[in-house]
Each structure stands twice: as structure tokens, then as C-alpha cells.
């Protein structure tokens, strides 16, 4: 398909726009690829704190994307499947990390699950310590992540209908037969989708994560947060580990794509 038939029926001059906002994003990537040092790009991705920032946000991440699995696809199931009074609001609840600024929920946090927090307290006296530990990084990452699942699934329900639902209820399958035989199959894709992005998100949290869990190397100190403290230290190696986020995330991104065209 040539670029003239493929702009039938868009106005020209969308395709202006739409190119400078394109450049808009490429160009201070390419600039970031362009900073590089790519003689001392190994050493400078391989070194202890890099690779113990990365295994950890890998982690973590993998951890807090099941924790949205978990609690994300009951919620969606809930937005999309039934009606009840107070569903708006509780929709705007759900979505709000998406808008909040991640430092914010990392004082929410902080003042839920910190020393002297809202179940703080009580999980201390039961000798469980939540803040400025990994479980704290899991729990930030999962708060700004989980909407991201949420949204994705709740799209995907909404567009496969009720019809084989009905079908497999009228022959006398039971709800939870019919959601684990019947709904999650037809929107695989979109819960994939949602799963990925989620992922994609986690390894990217910075702001909640340095409020609620602290940078203790090996123990909450992400990668981002590793970019972030080389960025005063060697800028060298805070050029190149952000390199190594961006292809994380094309990389997580483009599956996450393939994967909503395939399935």
C-alpha cells in the first residue's frame, strides 16, 4: 500500500502534525543513542551495581505484574461484567495512579504501609517490615502498574460480548467454569497486552519507588534509581543503562504488540 492510498480520507494536513509529533519522540532518544559511549558500553552496563539494579527491577517487576494479574483481573471482570451503584467512581479510583503523580503514591504508601501508617503499625507488632524494603518496591510498582492491566481487560471483556458466556451457562456450566473455559480464553490477547504493559511500567517506576522503598543497593535500588544517582557520579554509565531500559521496554512493548495482532 502506497503512502497516497493509505492516506485516503485523512486530511493532509494531519500528516504534519503527526510527523513533527513523531519527531517530537524520536529525536531525544536518538539524541540519548547518540550519547553513548559505545567503546566503554559493556564495561559500563556490566558492572556490579548495574547488574544487581537490573536482576532487581527484573524481579520485582515480574513479581508486581503477577500481583496485577491477581487482583487486576478480578477487578476487570467486576467494571465490565456487572452494574452497581458507585461503579463510576470506583473506576476513577482504580485508574488514578495512571494520572497521580508516582511520588504521591509513594507517600500513600508510605502513610499506609510505613511505621507509623494506616497497617503499619499493625504489621510491625506481627514483626512484618513493609517500607525501604523489596516488598515495598514490589507494592510501588504494582500501585502505578495496575491500572494499565485493569484498562486493557476491561476493553477486551467489553468487546467479546456475553454471547458464549450465555451459551456455555445455558448448558449448565457454572460462572467460574464458564470465566476460566470460556471468557479468559476469548480475551487472551488483551489480558497478554495488559500483563505486558504492566510489566513495562514496573520496570520503569522510579518516583513511588525511591519515596516508599528508599535506594538500598541489592535491596530496593532499581534501575531507574541506578540511572538516576549515575547521573551525578558517571554520566557515561547513566547514558548507557538508559539505553539498556529503552530496548527493555521496545523490546516488551513490541511483544506485547505482536502478540495483541497474533492471538
Do not use: N
Not at 527493555?248 to 505482536?258: D, Q
Request: aromatic letters at 6%.
Amino acid at each position: 500500500m502506497t503512502l497516497r492510498e493509505s492516506a485516503v480520507g485523512l486530511p493532509r494536513w494531519a500528516l504534519v502534525p503527526a510527523g513533527a509529533g513523531a519527531l517530537f519522540v524520536v529525536l531525544p532518544l536518538a539524541a540519548l543513542v547518540s550519547r553513548v559511549d559505545w567503546t566503554r558500553f559493556g564495561s559500563l552496563i556490566t558492572s556490579d551495581a548495574s547488574l544487581a539494579a537490573l536482576e532487581l527491577s527484573l524481579r520485582t517487576s515480574a513479581a508486581s505484574t503477577l500481583l496485577c494479574l491477581v487482583f487486576g483481573m478480578p477487578m476487570a471482570l467486576v467494571l465490565a461484567r456487572s452494574r452497581f451503584v458507585g461503579q463510576d467512581l470506583l473506576r476513577s479510583v482504580v485508574l488514578l495512579p495512571l494520572v497521580l503523580p508516582p511520588v504521591v503514591g509513594g507517600i500513600a504508601l508510605l502513610y499506609t504501609f510505613g511505621r507509623r501508617g494506616l497497617l503499619g503499625h499493625a504489621l510491625e507488632v506481627a514483626g512484618v517490615q513493609i517500607a525501604f524494603s523489596t516488598i515495598a518496591v514490589v507494592l510501588a510498582q504494582t500501585f502505578v502498574a495496575l491500572p494499565f492491566l485493569v484498562v486493557s481487560l476491561e476493553g477486551a471483556l467489553r468487546s467479546a460480548g456475553h454471547r458464549y458466556d450465555v451459551v456455555a451457562a445455558s448448558l449448565g456450566a457454572g460462572p467460574t467454569t464458564v470465566l476460566f473455559r470460556v471468557t479468559l480464553p476469548l480475551v487472551l490477547p488483551g489480558l497478554l497486552s495488559g500483563a505486558v504493559l504492566a510489566f513495562a511500567r514496573a520496570l520503569g517506576e522510579f518516583g513511588a519507588t525511591i519515596t516508599f522503598a528508599g535506594s538500598l543497593q541489592g535491596v530496593t535500588r532499581t534501575l531507574p534509581l541506578e540511572i538516576y544517582l549515575q547521573r551525578e557520579a558517571d554520566a557515561d554509565a547513566a547514558v548507557a543503562l538508559s539505553v539498556v531500559l529503552m530496548v527493555v521496554a521496545v523490546v516488551v512493548i513490541a511483544f506485547a504488540r505482536r502478540g495483541k495482532g497474533v492471538l
